[in-house]
């Protein structure tokens, strides 16, 4: 069954601390994982997007990874911002068809 | 330009009615998808339209249809709400169809229209 699972479910730091978000997916064959941000009550935002052939990725404060073989995802925030506080959902396409899979999300609080 | 904007923002409804909810795409985007985001869950792909067709359906009840129009921009209809299908309604966008290629075809999203079914 193709899923794509996320952890932790939420997750609390202060701010200007790190974090490590974790997908894992059986989405198969694999083209692109996507990792949004999404503000409470808004639609999904794009932090990066990743094919196959890609291991790393940072946009800003943001660094996703991606291991095809393990098929595991993380996304790095460092210096945590209260602006960071938001769900950050993990995303595969699954393969020729446009349909997205979408992970739970873990949800990140950033308290001062 | 303007992003994918959707309307109306919230919505307010009871059992057994019907509603339309309305997005209008990125402009020069062809491609439109809808996704149901139930509270504390992840998004669930609803329909997919491109060039005005239907091109990829969830699993989801004849309830729900929808529609796209010359300009590209869409309609999700659900007939007959029932109390779940209170949720955050989400319509995104992109250029080509996702699977029109094997590199990423990044959709753009639009804010959403909160439905309640009291």
């Known amino acids: 069954k193709n899923q794509v699972e996320q952890s932790p479910q939420s997750l609390i730091i202060l701010e200007g601390k790190n974090c490590t978000l974790q997908?894992?997916?059986?989405?198969?064959?694999?083209?692109?994982l996507r990792w949004y941000k999404q503000d409470t009550g808004r639609g999904p935002v794009s932090l990066t997007i990743m094919t196959f052939s890609e291991n790393t990725k940072s946009n800003g404060r943001y660094t996703a990874t991606l291991d095809a073989d393990t098929k595991q995802s993380s996304l790095h925030i460092t210096a945590s911002q209260l602006s960071d506080s938001a769900s950050y959902i993990c995303?595969?396409?699954?393969?020729?068809?446009?349909?997205?899979?979408f992970g739970t999300g873990t949800r990140l609080q950033v308290f001062p | 330009d303007a992003g994918v904007t959707q309307s109306p923002t919230h919505l307010i409804k009871t059992r057994g009615q019907h509603v339309t909810l309305r997005c209008s795409p990125i402009?020069?985007?062809?491609?439109v998808s809808w996704y149901q985001q139930v509270l504390g869950q992840g998004p669930q792909f609803i329909f997919q339209y491109y060039e005005k067709e239907e091109r990829g359906r969830g699993n989801f009840p004849d309830r729900f249809s929808a529609r796209q129009f010359p300009n590209y921009s869409s309609e999700l209809n659900v007939n007959a709400l029932l109390l779940g299908d209170s949720a955050l309604y989400l319509c995104?966008?992109?250029?080509?169809?996702?699977?029109?290629?094997?590199?990423?075809?990044?959709?753009?999203f639009g804010p959403g229209t909160r439905l309640t079914v009291l």
């Open positions: 995303v595969v396409p699954l393969f020729n068809t446009d349909k997205l899979i």
């Open positions: 402009s020069g985007h062809k491609s």
């Open positions: 997908c894992n997916y059986t989405v198969s064959p694999f083209s692109n």
């Open positions: 995104a966008s992109s250029f080509k169809r996702l699977a029109a290629t094997r590199t990423y075809n990044e959709q753009f």
